[in-house]
């Protein structure tokens, strides 16, 4: 079963215009982490944010801010002020227990960005 | 100063061939990985070594050989390279006893197998 869903393979905005992207996961490890992480182009894969399963509050870095829904299992990014230089493939991703677990990070299929001038 | 560097960036080989590819984080870090993104982008755990033990194995071909010296360093060795074996692969490092737990990845080793 498919642990990390990104449903929208592809995505488009306005610049200056705020974008959410889904991702929503399946696990029965009450401790858990949720990741995203961007890839421009250049292939390079670059962390964002992240969510602890026992936050009480979204997290936010920047212009990034994770819309935590627990009850729901959905982890959904929110870029504000979209800029050309966020056009990149995005990907959620989630850790099952806590990090000094494995440590190992299951991925979404992706979703592709592109913000228009 | 690159944080986990991956060598080579692109090796093009015949099948049958082997290769390796190797990578080294200054990080600090007590984790390192190797992960596969196919030709759908789709991105997926090899192996996992911690301070040098392998704690994770997925279901891989034998053809493929990590090795880590140190902590430092994580090696990916493979035999009798396939068609399928076209990918890029990512190197990643992690520091298992911090909250977040946060990958750091390398920039990629793109293999084409002809």
């Known amino acids: 079963a498919q642990k990390i869903t990104q449903t929208q393979p592809g995505m488009f905005v306005q610049e200056k215009e705020a974008v959410t992207l889904d991702c929503t996961y399946d696990?029965?490890?009450?401790?858990?982490?949720l990741f995203w992480y961007k890839q421009p182009s250049s292939g390079e894969m670059i962390f964002l944010i992240y969510?602890?399963?026992?936050?009480?509050q979204n997290a936010t870095e920047g212009r990034y801010s994770l819309n935590f829904q627990k009850a729901r299992k959905s982890a959904n990014l929110v870029i504000s002020a979209s800029q050309l230089g966020d056009s990149a493939m995005y990907f959620c991703?989630?850790?099952?227990?806590?990090?000094?677990?494995?440590?190992?990070?299951?991925f979404g299929q992706g979703t592709t960005l592109q913000v228009k001038p | 100063d690159t944080a986990v560097s991956q060598t080579p960036k692109y090796l093009v080989t015949q099948m049958g061939n082997d290769k390796s590819i190797k990578c080294e984080q200054n990080?600090?870090?007590?984790?390192m990985y190797w992960y596969k993104q196919d030709s759908k982008k789709f991105l997926k755990i090899m192996f996992s070594?911690?301070?040098?033990?392998?704690?994770i194995n997925e279901t891989v071909p034998n053809r493929f050989s990590p090795k880590s010296p140190d902590k430092a360093h994580l090696n990916l060795h493979i035999n009798s390279l396939e068609l399928g074996d076209s990918a890029v692969y990512f190197c990643?490092?992690?520091?298992?006893?911090?909250?977040?737990?946060?990958?750091?990845f390398g920039e990629g080793s793109r293999l084409t197998v002809l």
């Open positions: 990643a490092s992690s520091h298992v006893w911090t909250a977040t737990g946060e990958l750091f």
């Open positions: 696990t029965s490890d009450p401790s858990y982490g």
């Open positions: 969510q602890g399963s026992y936050d009480q």
């Open positions: 991703a989630m850790r099952e227990g806590p990090s000094s677990n494995t440590g190992k990070l299951i």
């Open positions: 990080l600090g870090h007590d984790t």
């Open positions: 070594y911690n301070n040098k033990e392998l704690i």
